[in-house]
């Protein structure tokens, strides 16, 4: 089992900047790869951006060079968000696989408005 805690949302001016962290607690040795998926109002959820354990990173193709993922440690990711538009606004879903299951966190909102 593992349990996903994400933080670091809120309210950002377009052009701003957001970072975002999500703490895996559990079985975190046992994690694969970690991502970020987002949900905006009234569309289906997509994908974000992947990285594996060894650290290769894949990213959808609106946010590539806006957008980086990371892990410093098996427990915790980053999404650094930059140059941020009002069409990113979201809920941020941090997931983890772990032998073949997807776990999620609970979102946090992310919103880009003037």
């Known amino acids: 089992q593992v349990q996903l805690v994400e933080s670091g949302g809120g309210l950002v001016q377009p052009g701003g900047s957001l970072r975002l962290a999500c703490a895996a607690s559990?079985?975190?040795?046992?994690?694969?790869?970690m991502g970020w998926y987002r949900q905006a109002p009234g569309k289906q959820r997509e994908w974000v951006a992947a990285?594996?354990?060894?650290?290769?990173t894949n990213y959808l193709d609106s946010v590539k060079e806006r957008f980086t993922i990371s892990r410093d440690n098996p427990r915790t990711q980053y999404l650094q968000m930059n140059s941020l538009k009002p069409e990113d606004t979201a809920v941020y879903y941090c997931?983890?696989?772990?032998?073949?299951?997807?776990?999620w966190g609970q979102g946090t909102q992310v919103t880009v408005s003037s």
């Open positions: 997931v983890a696989d772990v032998r073949g299951k997807r776990y």
């Open positions: 559990g079985s975190i040795f046992s994690i694969n790869a």
């Open positions: 990285i594996t354990s060894g650290g290769s």
